[in-house]
Nanobody, 118 residues
Framework: QVQLVESGGGLVQPGGSLKLSCVAS????????MSWYRQAPGKERELVAS????????DYADFVKGRFTISRDNAKNTVDLQMNSLKPEDTAVYYC???????????WGKGTLVTVSS
């Protein structure tokens, strides 16, 4: 049974930092593209960042470039999202996402809430 468990969300002031972590189990982690998505109230879910392989190639949405950093550790089955210079518009539920490279089969975590407010 595949499980993606996020942690690290919470309340932070504008300009602050948070680090989200996702631990995956029940899958061959190195064979999955790993990403973070977010969904703000009343909005559609959107891609934040992807770390497809452990080769160092990363993709970021324009609205987080220069502020967020995604990293993955295939030995620990984890993917992290370091978020700096947070803005109120970053408030959302953040979801960990895994997609099998061959078939496209995907899995989602349950999400962790990030609230940026003074």
């Amino acid at each position: 049974q595949v499980q993606l468990v996020e942690s690290g969300g919470g309340l932070v002031q504008p300009g602050g930092s948070l680090k989200l972590s996702c631990v995956a189990s029940g899958l061959t982690f190195s064979s999955y593209f790993m990403s973070w998505y977010r969904q703000a109230p009343g909005k559609e879910r959107e891609l934040v960042a992807s770390a497809r392989w452990a080769d160092g190639i990363r993709d970021y949405a324009d609205f987080v470039k220069g502020r967020f950093t995604i990293s993955r550790d295939n030995a620990k089955n984890t993917v992290d999202l370091q978020m700096n210079s947070l803005k109120p518009e970053d408030t959302a539920v953040y979801y960990c996402h895994a997609q099998f490279y061959a078939s496209g089969t995907e899995y989602w975590g349950k999400g962790t809430l990030v609230t940026v407010s003074s």
